[in-house]
């Protein structure tokens, strides 16, 4: 069919070549012909009837019971890991300081770096390469080179795979941020936690399927973002709260006495029962009663899990909770929490290391200007209570079934700013590792270049950290979706690959 914008008549071309006018009938029935059937397809393909010939390719939507939207579900094959563990250390830290061995990087300290002549980059142009200002020794029986920057966490090596060759797709703190979380650097989409709280629900009946815990300076650069449901439903967002700030308004008043309360939500329940019978059909009225009475539970199991004071003092050491830093004493205290969430079974756990508020570099790792003395600052405020942690779920036999992740939004360049004894934002390169269930110990993979700037070997995206956090808790990351204006959405978009090698 050939159509006019001119005034001319529309033509049909007929088999012979030759054209014939089109008429007003013809070409109104071929419209609404043609518009039904793009809509048939659309509601065909929603309800999964059509799309997909091979039926791996099916996507894989969780049943939710709106009675109990957080009820655990089977994953889709047999997991390896049951929860994640999620350290954040917002800011960037610099892998070259810490995790990336390069000894070219020394060798020519205060060298141009090659092929890179009047480079710009984030915050402007870039002088010559710096060498990394802790040093590099071996660790554990592997041997594996990290920096004198996280002494303790250095000390966990054996326990560690290492991503080498990470790349991000933003060099902004915000938009690094949502990719790390999200999988996108656009807001509005649901974070990894979310995604895993919806296709699993919770192992507990009482405590959130999904714990964000900030920082105790504050929130990262993308705040709530971070631990967001977006078009996924509210029920399987982040609940944020960390040691020192609980879940707010959870006591109860001193006037009402503990039998009194009992009482009360044993009779609002029959109240609530009620009136669900008479509106059977309506999920959403389901999904509120089931939310108030999680709120309900949780006002006893919250109080529980977040009061520390049950831990030995020789708990308490281990994680620096004693410590004079009063940063430090808080971390490690969110570290402890974050133990007592897992093995109480919340599904997934975010924690934070560093804030945005406190300004550039103050309360994170964004270290522009003066990288060596924040570095020291920030760096024993994560290394203790981080090692411990990891310790901690070793003795415990959690880290068997638990996947530690730790993660910051991309890099920092092998040279100093100009005029400036700090490093900018690199996302051509940086490192991640992982711990626990269904990783390889003291192993690495891919590698950056000579000079830590750009990945090289084997180059990995977010997208395939997600698709491989997924693929160990027994989910087919292509597959797990949500149907939203139109798309099938999932956490890789339509990217990603599980990394295999890593795998134990």
């Known amino acids: 069919m050939i159509l006019s914008c001119n005034g001319v008549q529309p033509m049909k071309s007929m088999n012979s070549g030759n054209k014939i006018p089109l008429g007003r009938r013809d070409f109104l029935f071929d419209a609404a012909a ?13 309800d999964g009837l059509i799309g997909a010939s091979d039926e791996s390719l099916v996507p894989i939507r969780p049943q939710i019971n709106p009675e109990a939207p957080l009820a655990q579900r089977a994953s889709h094959f047999t997991p390896r890991a049951s929860r994640v563990l999620m350290i954040f250390c917002s800011g960037a830290m610099s892998h070259v300081d ?27 142009e870039q002088g010559n390469l710096v060498a990394p200002q802790w040093e590099f020794k071996p660790r554990g029986e592997s041997g594996k080179m990290i920096s004198d920057l996280l002494p ?34 656009l807001d509005g989409f649901p974070s990894v936690g979310a995604w895993v709280s919806y296709a699993l629900g919770s192992e507990s009946a009482d405590l959130p399927s999904f714990v964000a815990i900030p920082d105790p300076r504050g929130v990262p650069q993308a705040a709530s973002n971070n631990w967001n449901s977006a078009f996924l439903p509210a029920v399987f967002q982040g609940t944020p709260f960390n040691a020192d700030k609980p879940i ?9 006495s503990a039998a009194t309360e ?11 029962r009620r009136h669900l019978e008479h509106h059977a059909r309506d999920s959403n009225l389901a999904a509120r009663i089931a939310s108030y009475e999680l709120a309900a539970r949780l006002q006893l199991r919250a109080a529980e899990v977040s009061n520390l004071s049950g831990e030995s003092q020789e708990t308490q050491s281990l994680y620096g909770m004693l410590d004079t830093n009063p940063i430090k004493a808080g971390f490690a205290r969110n570290c402890l929490l974050a133990r007592r969430l897992l093995e109480r079974g919340v599904r997934f756990v ?17 270290g522009h200007k003066t990288l060596k003395s924040q570095y020291e600052v920030h760096a024993p405020i994560l290394d203790q209570p981080a090692a411990a942690l990891l310790k901690d779920l070793k003795r415990t036999g959690l880290l068997d079934d638990t996947l530690v992740v730790w993660v910051t939004e991309f890099g920092r360049m092998p040279t100093f700013q100009k005029g400036a004894s700090g490093r900018d934002h690199n996302p051509k390169g940086f490192t991640s590792w992982m711990a626990g269930a269904g990783v390889k110990r003291g192993y690495s ?29 027994g989910l087919d990351h292509e597959r797990l979706s949500v149907y939203h204006n139109g798309i099938e959405r999932r956490l890789t978009d339509v990217h990603g690959s599980v990394l295999r090698e890593i795998l134990s």
């Not at 707010?248 to 009402?256: D, G, Q, V």
């Not at 975010?350 to 964004?366: I, T």
């Open 350 to 366: 975010q924690l934070f290391n560093g804030s945005y508020a406190m300004g550039e570099g103050v309360g994170n790792w964004d």
């Open 262 to 272: 009992a009482a009360t939500l044993n009779y609002l329940k029959k109240l609530n």
């Open 248 to 256: 707010a308004n959870l006591s109860r008043p001193p006037e009402i």
């Open 152 to 185: 303790n966490l250095a000390g966990m090596a054996d326990e560690m795979c290492f991503i080498h060759s990470m790349t991000a797709k933003s060099n902004t703190h915000g938009p690094a941020e949502n990719q790390m979380s999200t999988g996108y650097t």
């Open 445 to 473: 993979y891919g590698a950056t270049d000579d000079f830590g700037h750009t990945a090289v070997d084997r180059p990995a995206t977010i997208y395939d950290l997600h698709a491989t956090i997924l693929h160990l808790l």
């Open 34 to 46: 043609g518009l039904g059937s793009l809509a048939l397809t659309s509601m065909l393909a929603h």
């Open 98 to 124: 810490s995790f990336d061995y390069k000894p070219e990087l020394i060798k020519r300290n205060g060298q141009p770096l090659p092929g890179a002549d009047k480079l710009v980059t984030f915050q402007g």
